[in-house]
């Protein structure tokens, strides 16, 4: 069937619309404020700000001890090194998910093994876990995808039977729940992201949450090159650490952002259900199109993402994005098969290891989502893909 002639008329109509992208951050002009305080005070890096971040983001988590950094890729890393991981050890993950995830086992001298994914969630199967387990085998770092937990009963059961630590790679899910507890509330390492896409953002910045000070004092140690400091002018440097300390100013930010974390998850909450009711038409429905779960009381909805059904399209997903671009809505790809990539084929890796994760890293596109959108934007993001999408249906 041939495809173009369907689109043009909604491309056209809605590409003199304002461009919508995937993703933005909502920042209040009482944030803003704060951070040309910030500013003029002149104590710009790691201090008060930073510190009562901490405070507030340890309330959320329930009390147990949290320390911020200027990334959520080195709080896996250093949760890796306080837990001992290190060279001759294996860490099991999964191959879904932005390639900092492994990056961080390869850094610290280990190697990650990966498990498919199951196709419906696209978290780790945590059924295949238990078979790539090896004496080896130290820690497991599953990935909360797109804001839906990993199941944490199943996932802890299986790390106490073999004396595993895990490492949560809670980047998405800041906000999200198990079984009514908030994420980072329980379990062991956490690690949460504020990147400008996330749920609520510091810039950059991100925070591990940990089990107890001795652990705590360790991430601030890593944090700033292993120095320890005592009275006005002692000094020690007890092991290797790096410069991770996040600035005040964005501190800053993120103080801001959280007292309208539960405000920006319900409205993305929203909209996802928007969504799903304009996803359920049988119009659209029958384009084969596959839906992430219907998850309302567990998931942060960090993003929307649908898996586009390759084998029934005459485009690919980069050309189904550039359509998507022409008519002024920005799409993103979260995540190519990690196992895929240059660095891992040459460490052993190939294509056919994990079929779900690389059909799904293949087809996967993530449409907009944060709490500044309407009802009218969900609508014409799903109108412009279905008739995308129609006009490239195989014949």
Known sequence: MSASAPTKPLQATQAAAAFLPFSRPSVDEATIAGVVEVLRSGQLTTG??????????SEHCGGRPVRVFNSGTCTMEIALRI???????EVITTPLSWVATSNVVLEVGARPVFVD?????????????EAAITPATRAIIPVDLGGLPVDRDRLYAIAKKHGLRVVEDAAQSF??????????????????????????T????????LNDEREARLAEQYRLQGVVRTGFDGMEVELVGGKY?????AARVGLGQLPHLEEFNAKRGELAR???ELLAAPAVRGLGLRLPPADFTQTNWHMFQVVLPEERLTIKRAEVMALMHAAGIGTGIHYPAIHLFALYRRLGWKPGDFPQAEYTGRNTMTIPLFPAMTRADVVRVVETLASILRGHQKS
């Open 83 to 89: 837990a001992g991981v290190g060279p001759g050890h």
């Open 245 to 249: 300390n996040l600035t005040d100013v």
């Open 48 to 57: 008060p700000q930073a510190r009562a971040f901490e405070a507030k983001l």
């Open 202 to 209: 510091s810039i950059e910045g991100g925070a591990l949450v």
């Open 175 to 200: 906000g999200s729940h198990w079984n009514g507890r908030r994420i980072g509330s329980f379990g062991d390492f956490v690690s949460f992201s504020f990147h400008p896409n996330k749920n609520i």
């Open 117 to 129: 994914i199951d196709p419906a969630t696209r978290n780790i199967d945590l059924g295949r876990i």
């Open 274 to 276: 928007v969504y799903f």
